[in-house]
Every structure is written in structure tokens, then in C-alpha cells.
């Protein structure tokens, strides 16, 4: 089925380093996610972006939607040990009317050592 | 409020158990999910329910019986399970699709073992 790839697989930087992870597909998204899961819990969403181009902040986070539609990245500026966990990004086409359909990245473990 | 519970936390059942997962959201979605997830993995999705129909089945085994009694509650029946279906199982809720924003919200997660 569909996928994408999210690179790079795992990260291990010191604190206070800046995180940049991808998302790339061979098909077009209408819409970007970007959520962040600690151990045993469920997703949480970082991030939405809704059109081609958008650069989207969240604090230390900042996201954008690629030109394409086929990409996405995430960048984390500043890490702190919290910031610790798996980060995925998904994608959906959109227009859906019975409920939508993401599609995943394969994660991107990310270690931040104090 | 962007908030889905579910419960209970952890589940362990023997293999001819029957047990049921619950879901609960308050903030009028009218899609609701189940998806399956292995350590490390991306989430799976299993079952979509809008307007609290079964609308998508991702060719789920029948030991595992999804019902949405009404529009914030979704549970999970389980039956004669096998131990590889022992994973995090999560709840999702969403708007019914429509909209580009209509986004989806994840719960905190059941994990389960089946011993």
C-alpha cells in the first residue's frame, strides 16, 4: 500500500541541538501531520498543515508543507530531554466524507542526551 | 478540549477471554477509529465508524467485533485472541472528512496482552 518514507530512522544529539526529520511520498498529500509519541501513550499532534508551501510554528517546532505536495519536514530548535520519543508524520488526501485515512511515516526515534 | 479517553490503561487476557476496550470523546466528531500498533511502528488502522456506521474494515479477523453505541462512544469486543495480537490498541476521533482540517485526535491507548 501507500507510504512514506520519514527519515532519518533515529536521531541521538546532545541537548540544546537543533532536529531537522522528513517526510517524503511518490504521491500527493492535501494535508501534513506531524505528531509526537511518548512510551505507551498514544499520538499526539504536533503540528497540521493545510496547504502547499505553509511554514507553520509551534513553539520550538516549525513545519512545512512542500511545494509538491509530496514532502514535509520537521524541525525542533533548542532540544530539551523532554523532546525525547518517536515522531511520526502522516498524510492524507482529503475529501473524504466517512471518516479520513492517514497515511504514516515509518517514525523517526529521537534521543536527547542531557 | 481535544481530548479522547480510553479505558482501561493495561488489558491481560487468556486466550479465551472475552474482554472490551472502550473509547469516549466529547468533541462532537462524528468519525471514530480503531487502529492496532507494534512497538516501534506506526499505528495500523483496523476500523473507521462515521455517523456511528461501520464504514471502513481493514479485513480485520472476527475475534475482534468493533460497536459505536452512539456518537462519543466506541468500544473494541475481543474474543479468543491469539498472542500476536497483543500491541497498543488506540482510539481515534475526527470530523467525518470533508474538510481538509478535519484532523485526527489519538487516546492515551489500551495495551493489551494476550497470554
Known amino acids: 500500500g501507500q507510504q512514506l518514507n520519514q527519515s532519518p530512522q533515529s536521531m541521538f544529539i546532545q541537548e540544546g541541538e537543533d532536529v531537522s526529520m522528513n517526510c517524503t511520498s511518490s504521491?500527493?498529500?492535501?494535508?501534513w501531520l506531524w505528531y509526537k509519541q511518548d512510551p505507551g501513550e498514544g499520538p499526539v499532534l504536533l503540528i497540521a498543515l493545510y496547504k502547499a508551501g505553509e511554514l507553520t510554528s509551534n513553539g520550538r517546532l516549525t513545519a512545512q508543507f512542500g511545494i509538491t505536495r509530496k514532502d514535509s519536514f520537521l524541525n525542533i530548535s533548542a532540544s530539551i530531554p523532554s523532546d525525547v520519543g518517536i515522531y511520526f508524520c502522516a498524510g492524507r488526501r482529503g475529501g473524504e466524507t466517512s471518516g479520513s485515512r492517514l497515511t504514516f511515516g515509518e517514525g523517526t526515534q529521537l534521543t536527547v542526551n542531557p | 478540549d481535544t481530548e479522547v479517553t480510553q479505558t482501561p490503561k493495561h488489558l491481560v487476557m487468556g486466550m479465551t477471554n472475552k474482554k472490551s476496550l472502550k473509547c469516549e470523546q466529547h468533541m462532537g466528531h462524528r468519525a471514530m477509529y480503531w487502529y492496532k500498533q507494534k512497538a516501534k511502528k506506526p499505528p495500523e488502522l483496523m476500523f473507521v465508524y462515521s455517523y456511528e456506521k461501520l464504514s471502513i474494515n481493514e479485513s480485520v479477523p472476527s475475534r475482534f467485533s468493533p460497536e459505536c453505541p452512539n456518537s462519543s462512544l466506541l468500544n473494541l469486543h475481543l474474543h479468543a485472541l491469539q498472542p500476536e495480537d497483543s500491541a497498543l490498541y488506540l482510539c481515534a476521533s475526527s470530523h467525518v472528512g470533508r474538510l481538509v482540517t478535519d484532523t485526527q485526535y489519538f487516546g492515551p491507548g489500551t495495551r493489551l496482552t494476550v497470554l
Open positions: 504521491s500527493i498529500f492535501n494535508t
